[in-house]
């Protein structure tokens, strides 16, 4: 066979998982292009201009998960990823102003001496058996019932770092594991505020509320990507979350990586049962022995590559792979910086949260349920011009919030209520920070609807589906096909929609790389 | 809405049960996909040698019916089916299976051809959301039309007779799984060349009005020909001669199984016929292809059994001692004069040319006894009368 593939892979999408799966590859050796479809690279992790010398990050505004082997195997900080801020300490804002701050173990603010104590046990507690779960955001999920040593292995490790907990532990584990975060917090803590903090840490980015049954587990999975790359906590890069894009770039390019941006797919090109090829938009065909799509997976299947090379169970179970987001994203430029009752500077460099107790949470939930916003949201709030003058003019800060819960599909659609839904998220954080609304220059808001058309994510969620026991692990994306491959030989995932998920982590990337490199070295022998 | 709970739900009548219950003279009835089906009208034998030397009428209706169309109907069922159906005319019927992702087989059935965008596939079990999730990306409608086609099997010698007294111009050069038009006083009536008893035969399909008209008139055509209504029982042993197999008494639907093992791709039936790796995709295929490599784990055979005693749920031994398989239908037949069996035998074992042992248990007036027969595998079907295949159709 003639071959003329100029590169052994063609990665669709250039977000963080695309380009840390193409520096994994171009660092073998292997011959790699990105493709992405906007003009610029770094999907839901880039900075957007939302006025005049206002930098906001688009999506993510923290960087926490970072998987350390991405940081040191693609040499980030070489090329460029420093951080403006880290340990950022979480700020659970109190209406009236007694608010508490929990940095590490420590808990500052009028807090009951029992409950200082009971956190500490508590997250000590939760960090080891994150731990435990950390070595296997970082692999292949098994396959069940697979032959291979390698599933056998993982499996093996899996029940082992569990039972190496030791059997207290281990018990406590598996009492804990598909318990509701509400009721956990309920049996150890008594302050109110701490409760909502931690709640709603349990289920940012999740379709869950306090109360809902697995609120433990997506916790313990948000602490296990927190655990490692946790030395550094929270933290912010300089230049914004758009800094960890383009040291990715950097990376990959320095490693010998192609990357085309402005380069839209219209489909993968499936010849003879095999991803030969891709077609972009503009009619040119790339033909290439591996397409690597970090689009979410419905968007890889029923858009690129299409039911027809698909079996109906498979299709099926895509189909149903919860993609639904509903959380929100508001960024507003102002003119000066925010005051908040209470709070001076410094505490404004933290991550300040709006979730004063548990109920409220779960209220803000419950409108979810039946397509409705939260009439009261819970908020995530950054404000990176307190660490990194550079991103706002003369003055002026960014102030960055995720806003929970904003289902996807609103009753009436999000272009009748979009507006409205911005000044209640505004008028909920100047409850917190008075005087807030005369200080906007611009602000943006990004709805589930509108981070699915501009960042081309089905059903706009920041992980690209759930994560819920259901879709997790070897369940990810779908039960059968959670090794990055995919029933088209050729084809492989390397998105946010395959284990371990999304969160700027870049795990997804990484062990999608490693399996391609390890299947072409079984290929390459025989 | 009904609320009664399954069990309270009477059974459906077929368009046919006005004749059919009148005609019922040992009241036996069965469940069959909802509704109640004769089992024996008078007497097994009876019914069955009317099949065989003359000519009998069988209720289909309870068949669950689909019909398929939209732009995209050939390369739907091309994509639903593992044969490729690009090779089946208009106005053509061709048997079929279609599997799960699995390569297993979630049932069989016939394919109507009705045009170049139309077709009717008939089955055994219901699988309309198996049939619309497979057509997501594809521009068709799936429709379950069960209840408005009204079904009547004309088989045996004297079928084609039958329907020449009906003055049906050119019936008798209908040919094997063919379509053809027709109409009983106004209402359109279609008539396909095919049949479940491997004889000369044909089947009747009407819209449910019609249905009553249409079974006065065959009897009265038949009248002279010994046209018997028959039950569900002597079809069953029709077919088994004919060597067809049954979903859900020779293998399990794949969706129904609950054990994994249980499921069987279509090679496992000795189906590989109907399985076509060059037509492109089609829902199965990347595991029918492992297991192409691999081999099937079972494979399904007819026996030639010693002896007269019908081998029902017989397990097949080799040498007396090791199991290799069992007996799923089973008969002594009458016309082949032969002790015969469909059975599933661990794939190592049918290829054997001897010793295989069918262990039979007879009841002998309330004492269960133990025999074992020698058997051998023998070509399907046990009987292939030529006035299966022969256009024109004889008259017997």
Redesign the interface.
């Known amino acids: 066979m003639t071959d003329d593939r100029k590169y052994g892979a063609i990665i669709i999408g250039g977000g963080h998982n695309g380009l840390v799966c193409a520096g994994f590859l171009a660092r073998a050796g292997q011959s790699v292009l990105v493709v992405e479809a906007a003009d610029r690279l770094g999907g839901a992790a880039r900075n957007a201009e939302i006025a005049p010398g206002y930098t906001a990050p688009s999506c993510a505004h923290i960087l926490h998960l970072l998987h350390p082997r991405v940081r040191a195997k693609l040499k980030l900080r070489r090329h460029g990823l420093k951080l403006a801020a880290r340990r950022m300490p979480t700020v659970a804002l109190d209406p009236d102003g007694n608010h508490l701050t929990l940095g590490g173990k420590r808990i500052t603010g009028s807090v009951p001496d029992e409950d200082a104590r009971s956190w500490r046990r508590l997250r000590k507690r939760l960090l080891r058996m994150a731990g435990a779960l950390h070595p296997f955001l970082g692999r292949t999920p098994p396959r069940l019932g697979g032959e291979s040593w390698q599933d056998r292995l993982t499996l093996a490790r899996l029940g082992l770092s569990l039972r190496m907990l030791g059997k207290t532990e281990m018990r406590d584990f598996l009492r804990i594991v598909n318990m509701n975060a509400a009721d956990l917090l309920d049996d150890e803590l008594s302050d109110d505020r701490l409760k909502g903090a931690l709640a709603f840490d349990a289920v940012l980015g999740t379709n869950f509320g306090p109360r809902s049954p697995g609120s433990v587990l997506t916790w313990l999975y948000r602490l296990a990507g927190e655990a490692k790359g946790g030395r550094r906590g929270l933290a912010i890069p300089e230049g914004g979350m758009g800094a960890v894009t383009e040291a990715l770039a950097a990376s990959a390019l320095a490693f010998g990586a192609d990357i085309r941006t402005g380069t839209p797919v219209r489909r993968i090109v499936v010849e003879g049962d095999r991803a030969t090829a891709v077609e972009l938009e503009s009619g040119t065909v790339l033909r290439t022995r591996a397409v690597i799509s970090s689009a979410d997976p419905k968007t890889t299947f029923l858009d690129l590559v299409g039911p027809e090379h698909l079996d109906t169970g498979f299709l099926r179970r895509v189909r149903n792979f919860r993609t639904n987001g509903l959380a929100a994203k508001l960024n507003l430029a102002l003119d000066e910086l925010p005051e908040f009752t209470g709070l001076d500077r410094a505490a404004l460099g933290g991550r300040l949260v709006i979730a004063p107790d548990i109920g409220y949470v779960e209220r803000a939930f419950d409108h979810s349920k039946y397509g409705e916003y939260s009439a009261e949201p819970a908020i995530e709030i950054t404000i990176p011009t307190v660490h990194d003058a550079s991103l706002a003019p003369g003055g002026g800060h960014v102030l960055s919030a995720v806003v929970q819960y904003a289902p996807r599909d609103l009753k009436g659609g999000w272009d009748a209520h979009r507006d409205a839904f911005a000044d209640h998220a505004v008028a909920a954080i100047a409850r917190y920070a008075p005087g807030l609304a005369e200080r906007i220059v611009e602000r943006q808001v990004l709805t589930p609807a509108d981070i699915e058309r501009e960042f081309r994510i089905t059903g706009g969620h920041w992980h690209h589906g759930d994560l819920a026991i259901d879709q997790m692990l070897m369940l990810r994306p779908v039960p059968g096909w959670a090794q990055y491959e995919a029933p088209v030989a050729g084809l492989y995932l390397c998105g946010a929609g395959a284990h371990p998920g999304g969160g700027v982590m870049g795990a997804a990337g990484m062990n999608a790389a490693q399996r391609i490199l390890a299947t072409r070295k079984g290929e390459d022998a025989a | 809405m009904t609320t009664k709970p399954l069990y309270q739900e009477p059974l459906l009548e077929t368009p046919f049960h006005a004749r059919t219950a009148s005609l019922n003279q040992t009241n036996e009835w069965g469940r069959w996909a909802g509704y109640t089906t004769v089992n024996c009208y008078t007497d097994l034998a009876t019914e069955y040698f009317a099949l065989r030397h003359a000519a009998t009428l069988f209720d289909v209706s309870p068949m669950i019916k689909y019909r398929i169309a939209g732009a995209d109907a050939e ?1 739907y069922m091309n ?1 639903l089916l593992t044969r490729d159906i690009r090779k089946l005319k208009p106005d053509r019927v061709a048997y079929a299976v279609w599997c ?2 699995d390569g297993k087989v979630l049932d069989d059935g016939t394919v109507f051809r009705l045009g170049e965008s139309e077709f009717l596939l008939y089955a055994q079990e219901r699988h309309l959301a ?1 049939l619309q ?2 057509a ?3 521009d068709v409608t799936v429709e379950d039309v069960s209840e408005s086609i009204a079904g009547l099997a004309l088989q045996g010698p004297l079928s084609a007779t039958v329907l020449k007294a009906m003055a049906f111009d050119g019936i008798a050069d209908l040919k094997p799984f063919g379509i053809a038009r027709y109409d009983v006083s106004g209402t359109p009536l279609t008539v396909s060349r095919t049949g479940f008893t491997g004889d000369l035969g044909y089947e009747l399909w009407i819209d449910p009005d019609g249905a009553l008209e249409l079974w006065d008139r065959l009897m009265a055509a038949g009248s002279l020909h010994r046209l018997t209504p028959i039950g569900s029982q002597a079809l069953n042993l029709a077919r088994i001669e004919a060597g067809f197999i049954q979903t859900n008494s020779d293998f399990v639907a794949a969706d129904h199984a609950v054990r994994p093992t249980r499921p069987r791709s279509p090679f496992e039936l000795g189906l590989d016929w109907l399985v076509d790796f060059d037509k492109g ?1 089609f ?4 595991a029918l292809l492992r297991e192409r490599e691999t081999g099937p784990r079972y494979r399904l055979v007819g026996l030639d059994i010693e002896g007269r005693k019908p081998a029902h749920d017989a397990l097949i031994y080799h040498g007396k001692a090791r199991q290799v398989g069992m007996v799923t239908s089973a008969m002594w037949s009458p016309t082949a004069k032969r002790n015969i069996a469909l059975a599933t035998l661990d794939a190592a074992w049918a290829e054997r040319e001897d010793g295989l042992w069918a262990e039979i248990y007879v009841n002998k007036e309330i004492k269960w006894e133990k025999t074992a027969a020698r058997c051998r595998i023998v070509a399907r079907p046990f009987f292939d009368p030529p006035r299966r295949r022969a256009t024109p159709a004889p008259d017997c």
């Open positions: 390369r994509r799960n992702d198996w999730d497979s997501i990306g594809y995709h829902v199965g295929r990347r």
